[in-house]
DNA sequence: ATAATGTTTCCAGTTACTGGAAGGTCAAGC
DNA sequence: GCTTGACCTTCCAGTAACTGGAAACATTAT
């Protein structure tokens, strides 16, 4: 399998199939008398395993670490749960994180009443982080 | 105000308060004698605005963008509420896109005795993606 | 034979900073 | 007057995780 054929199967563009073993995430593949990089079912199996990992946010050394305990056969499920959860702690405080962004940010937009006046509680909002948009007087 | 003063008045590190002048999204400061940048409260609201405007996950691009607009005396509220809009878009996707995660990791670690044995739901699903974690036969 | 496509390496750029080194400045204390 | 320490300057390099592009070689199709 040329470096194409594995990309598409691992679902990763070929650039990036370079990079992760430039990098050593993942085994330098065997070349072809040409050079080319030559790739087989394992390899694209731990491509994938690379891919999904890092769509669940992963980072490239947590990758690193799951790697290697995906190639363990003796390793614990109990060290995997940990980086799982330690993940699934980041995720659910981003989400926090987002969603008082967004309730913020809503407001505003709310607010706005988005015409060719220059008024606009967005942009007052931001300059003066604790004045509310002012009100009638 | 030297840089510290102005970096603690507006919320950032004096780094960043250099970055800003260096890629020109504030004005560069006028300097002292000794070639010290010297901060009035006119340059501090800015850095604030910026500041609140990347707390709000806007880029710098849009940052530049929105400091235009906070500049300008005479721009619409409807420019304003434009990129507003899209961003508080692109938030709710985000956010629809971390609670899927948030999801199948949940469903993943729960599925994880995380005891000391090698069986490990987290592991078999990213290196098998399609098939659910094996029964007892 | 030639053209199109695939592959290689390498260098540079992206985003938004952050760290650190080497050196100049300022205010206080002795 | 001198030292100490805090503060300031510039510049270079590095981060994360790729991505884009150039120049050159290989393979395949017509």
Redesign the pocket.
Known sequence: M????ASNAAG?????V???ADIGLVPA?V???????SYDDASVRKLVFVRRA?EFGF???ECRELLGLYEDRRRSSADVKRIATARLEEIAKKQRELQSLHDELAHLVDACRGDDRPDCPIIDSLGNPRSEPRMAP
Chains 1, 2 share one sequence.
């Open positions: 040329n470096i194409s054929a990763l563009p070929a650039k990036t370079r990079y992760y593949p070349r072809s008398e040409a050079g080319y990089r890092r980072s490239i050394s």
